[in-house]
């Protein structure tokens, strides 16, 4: 089934189910919907995992990326439940790092693309905005404390992937090796990125009282950054962590 629709049933479906069996209120603990809003930033990174090698990072950035959205979960009894929602999630970073004969795709002022082993100064940007739905098994512990873990698959809406390199050095063949030494060279896979991630989840909440909590969530990407045809040799995954804050009517 298509995304887009996947979403659009899956919110009525909670709309109709939370009109007609209603939503416990604080302290209630037992079968039925629990509805929140919530409201925080996700931190972390676009990194291949584990790092290699011929990778040196001397700089890392997090950006101040928003998170938004609406969950819903739904109780068996006084503990065990299962939820899902829809958020949309900012992603992204800037980090500075020292590469050394690693594989990658520039573009070169007045010279145009170039594909080799390059060595330099590498400064990297990411800016990913997705829609994204999680699917969970919840446990509450009381009127307070649950956690939660289970899956997310996100939709990319905005996509941004763009860096350069100075003091480069670049081993390319064509067809024999040829080594050029250059100043300056732009890299940009914004297209290369893929348009669907999915991965594994896991987090909990606070509730301070009937209508605020707080959040914290851990997100792991399952699915590559880049399509293979990216010519860069190691995997990239998004690895973030959410908190924030959660609000009930």
Do not use: C
Not at 102 to 123: A, S
Request: hydrophobic share 40%.
């Amino acid at each position: 089934m298509d995304f887009k629709i996947m979403r659009k049933v899956l919110a009525m479906a909670f709309i109709a189910a939370i009109n007609i069996f209603g939503i416990n209120s604080y302290g209630q603990i037992g079968k039925g919907f629990d509805l929140l809003f919530l409201v925080g930033v996700n931190i972390g990174a676009t990194t291949p995992v584990p790092i290699p090698g011929d990778l040196k990072i001397t700089g890392y950035h997090p950006r101040l990326n928003p998170k938004l959205g609406a969950e819903v979960s739904y109780y068996f009894n006084d503990h065990w439940g299962v939820g899902s929602g829809l958020t949309i999630d900012w992603k992204g970073m800037k980090v500075h790092t020292k590469v050394t004969d690693v594989h990658l795709g520039i573009n070169v002022p007045n010279v145009g693309p170039l594909t080799g082993y390059v060595t330099g100064k590498n400064t990297t940007k990411v800016n990913t905005i997705y829609l994204t739905q999680p699917v969970y098994g919840t446990y509450r512990f009381n009127n307070k404390w649950r956690i939660k873990a289970g899956i997310y698959m996100a939709e990319t809406v905005y996509r941004r992937f763009k860096g350069d390199v100075t003091d480069v050095k670049i081993s390319i063949e064509n067809p024999v090796v040829q080594d050029r030494e250059l100043s300056y060279a732009t890299l940009d896979y914004s297209k290369d990125t893929r348009k669907f991630d999915m991965g594994l989840l896991a987090g909990g909440e606070f509730r301070v009282n009937p209508h605020f909590g707080f959040f914290t969530d851990f997100t792991w990407g399952l699915t590559p950054y880049f399509f293979r045809s990216v010519p860069i040799h190691f995997t990239m995954r998004n690895i973030y962590l959410s908190v924030g804050a959660t609000f009930r009517m």
